[in-house]
């Protein structure tokens, strides 16, 4: 009789750095960044290389962001607020008790669907470089405080805030913002519209029409927006 043949251990899938952003929710770069902070944060190393991309054993990097949870939010009562004043990232940090004035944004960036999407996105900057700044509600703050993961009850997804009605047949030359552009546009919301705009996206709207004094929000004609909407519905 032959010696038995050993079973041949399965090669392990080797992913790249755009593979494991889309399967987590984040981009390349900060999954470039978790690499070089990986004595600290203890991320897998490399297994190989395809060219200049790295490349990652994938078991060590699903079994890296299993064990990589939110830090636990410490008891902590939030100051009396009006339940409707809207906070920024570093404010509503603050205002849930963390040290860290960037934990809500560090939420957002490393752990999709955990933190409750902002109630409103404004538009800053300039037309040139554009950015946007989220902020929540306190009491959506609250409420995700009262039934976050892990705080032993029920997770309560909110619904994003609903977009304005704007009519079609209006004024061609009146000057609307984001979420009057997003309704017309047909987006669900505004982070939705935001999202799209700011990955070029949506080209005739790179060009503004207008920017507020206050805020330095931009503006945009309705025939523009809806010359926008035809070039969509005709890609």
Known sequence: MGCPVMAARSAPRLVEAAEIAAEYGLTPARISTLYLERETNGFPEIAGKRGRARQWDKSGVDHWFAQRKPPRLQQHKPPALDPDELLTGAQASRFLGYK???????????????????????????????????????????????????????SVKRPAPALPDVPVDGDPDELLGASQAAAL???????????????????????????????????????????????????
């Open 100 to 154: 860290n004035s960037q934990q809500v944004n560090t939420y957002l960036r490393d752990h999709p669907g955990y933190f409750p999407e902002p109630d409103v996105v404004e538009e800053l900057g300039t037309p040139q470089r554009p950015y946007r700044r989220p902020k929540w509600r306190v009491q959506t703050l609250l409420d995700w405080q009262a039934t976050r993961p892990g705080s032993g009850r029920r």
């Open 185 to 235: 546009l047909g987006f669900k919301s505004l982070n939705s519209f935001s999202s799209s705009l700011g990955q070029g996206n949506l080209p005739l709207l790179q060009t503004v029409d207008a920017v507020t004094e206050k805020g330095g929000r931009r503006r945009w004609t309705r025939r523009r927006i809806l010359e926008q909407a035809a070039q969509r519905q005709g890609s």
